[in-house]
Antibody
């Protein structure tokens, strides 16, 4: 059974860095694109970027290029979403998901950025 | 970029009655590999989106057969044959023929 297990909720201050994770199981991690979707409070869904873990090929949505970094660690079947300087506007729920393979999403990681 | 437009944006349905949601894309979602990359999700309150339908008309594992998807090219429809109380939430269509994939605005379904 495919499962994407995300890290727990985070509360951070503006300017702080953060790395959240998504651990995959139930399929061959290296052979499938996986990425991140943002949901702002009370809003819809947006793809941020995706990564192909086998060779770390990464694609970013233009809205998120340069704002976040997506990476993966094949040895532990985990993908990451990272910020180097959070803003209040990054407050959202972040989901990991596979864009081209029918699959459950992660449960989401709530990131709250507040001074 | 491909824009996904859902109608209606809200729906109030009596239990046992059917419901239908439309999703239109500004470009064809038929890929050269023969697949059409159109998905339907339901997001219940406080939960992550759950996959209902993939590639237009294929029900995902465990999805009740009262849910069905149809369409082609740029026009797609999700139908619920008999709405149940557990079907409340926001329904999204999603395309991934090109990256970044895009979502419809969402259709909120409530029970009368």
């Amino acid at each position: 059974e495919v499962e994407l297990v995300q890290s727990e909720a985070e509360v951070k201050k503006p300017g702080e860095s953060l790395k959240i994770s998504c651990r995959a199981s139930g399929y061959t991690f290296t052979n499938s694109w996986i990425g991140w979707v943002r949901q702002l409070p009370g809003e819809g869904l947006e793809w941020m970027g995706i990564i192909y873990p086998d060779d770390s090929d990464t694609k970013y949505s233009p809205s998120f290029q340069g704002q976040v970094t997506i990476s993966s660690d094949k040895s532990i079947s985990t993908t990451y979403l990272q910020w180097s300087g959070l803003r209040a506007s990054d407050t959202a729920i972040y989901y990991c998901a596979r864009p081209w393979t029918p699959s459950p999403w992660g449960r989401g990681t709530l990131v709250t950025v507040s001074s | 970029d491909i824009v996904m437009t859902q109608t209606p944006l809200s729906l109030s349905v009596t239990p046992g009655q059917p419901a239908s949601i439309s999703c239109k894309s500004t470009q064809s979602l038929l890929h050269s590999d023969g697949k059409t990359y159109l998905y339907w999700y339901l997001q219940k309150a406080g939960q992550s989106p759950q996959l209902l339908i993939y590639e237009v008309s294929n029900r995902f594992s465990g999805v009740p057969d009262r849910f069905s998807g149809s369409g082609s090219g740029t026009d797609f429809t999700l139908k619920i044959s008999r709405v149940e109380a557990e079907d409340v939430g926001v329904y999204y269509c999603m395309q991934t023929i090109q990256f970044p994939g895009g979502f419809g605005q969402g259709t909120k379904l409530e029970i009368k």
